[in-house]
């Protein structure tokens, strides 16, 4: 149902923003239990860098981006200080503040704890996977030309490429693994799938956050929460290189596509 409190500037694509300070939070705080037993996924290495910090400073490499927030896992803030500060950002991501806070036990969570951190002159925010540590400045950039625009949440996202089939409820005592009942197969032409970094109006996401408790898992994407208050969400193009890294395989591809950036730009 539309938030009838939402005023019409935050609802509604309006004319450009006067400009305030882009942020990004990043929810680096998972377990990453699809990637096989180790260390919570946004440490492991990538090309012998911690995957967070690819991803920190994929976002600081934006011109518009003056504050990352990172949220780390909730006993391990202090350790992801200490990590940043032993990979300080290249001089080409200018003057980008970073700072840490503890996550929560979903996702929802600890990008919830990742707003309240923010400063009162923060009016743009992104929320960025660190676990898509090589998505291009280019979509970041993208993303944040957008809101600034006047939409008040937009999202990167690329066409489907398998054909999705919807499932009904498992049987009753059910094995994992057992077959699945088919009830549904969505037109595939119509279907997007999404990626981060999110972004939004601040004042628009803080409200999504504050309208939707955190129940069972959680969201699993902020501007889901957006489009429960009936605000409009638009897409912009994707990158085929913002992948999110969540199984064994991603991680293989993940350093090919490194590998070929150094060799091909010294990345
Ligand atoms: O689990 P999933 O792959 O959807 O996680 C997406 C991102 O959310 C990851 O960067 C992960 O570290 C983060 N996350 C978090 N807090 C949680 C669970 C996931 O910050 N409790």
């Known amino acids: 149902m539309p938030d009838e409190s939402m005023s019409a500037e935050t609802a509604e694509s309006g004319p450009s923003r006067a400009v305030g300070r882009t942020a ?12 096989g037993r180790g260390a919570p996924k946004a440490l492991r290495p990538l090309g012998g860098t911690p995957m967070l910090v690819h991803a920190v400073r994929a976002v600081a490499r934006a011109r518009t981006v003056s504050l990352v927030v990172v949220v780390a896992p909730p006993d391990g803030a202090a350790t992801v200080r200490t990590l940043l500060d032993e990979h300080p950002l ?36 992104l929320v960025h996977d660190a676990a898509r ?11 944040v030309a957008a809101v600034r625009g ?9 066409p489907v490429t398998d054909t999705v089939k919807q499932v ?12 699945e009942p088919v009830v549904a197969t969505p037109e595939r032409a119509l279907l997007r799938a999404v990626q981060t970094p999110q ?22 994407d902020d501007a889901g929460l957006v489009e429960r208050m009936g605000v409009p969400v638009v897409l912009v193009p ?11 395989l991603d991680l293989v591809l993940a350093e090919a596509v490194l590998a070929r950036r150094r060799a091909t730009d010294g990345f």
């Open 24 to 35: 990004v939070v990043i929810p680096a705080a998972g377990r990453g239990v699809r990637l």
């Open 150 to 158: 006047g939409a008040p949440a937009v999202v990167p996202a690329l």
């Open 238 to 248: 994707g990158h085929e290189e913002a992948f999110k890294v969540t199984r064994p």
């Open 168 to 179: 009904g409820p498992p049987a009753p005592g059910a094995l994992p693994g057992a077959p």
């Open 199 to 220: 972004g939004f109006d601040r004042a628009t996401l803080v409200k999504a956050h504050e309208h939707t408790p955190s129940e069972g898992e959680g969201a699993t």
């Open 90 to 125: 290249p001089d080409s991501a200018g003057a980008t503040d970073v700072l840490v806070v503890p996550g929560g036990e979903t996702r929802q969570e600890s990008v919830a704890r990742g707003l309240t951190a923010l400063p009162d002159d923060v009016d743009v925010v």
């Open 133 to 143: 540590p090589l998505v291009p400045v280019e979509t970041v950039e993208d993303v």
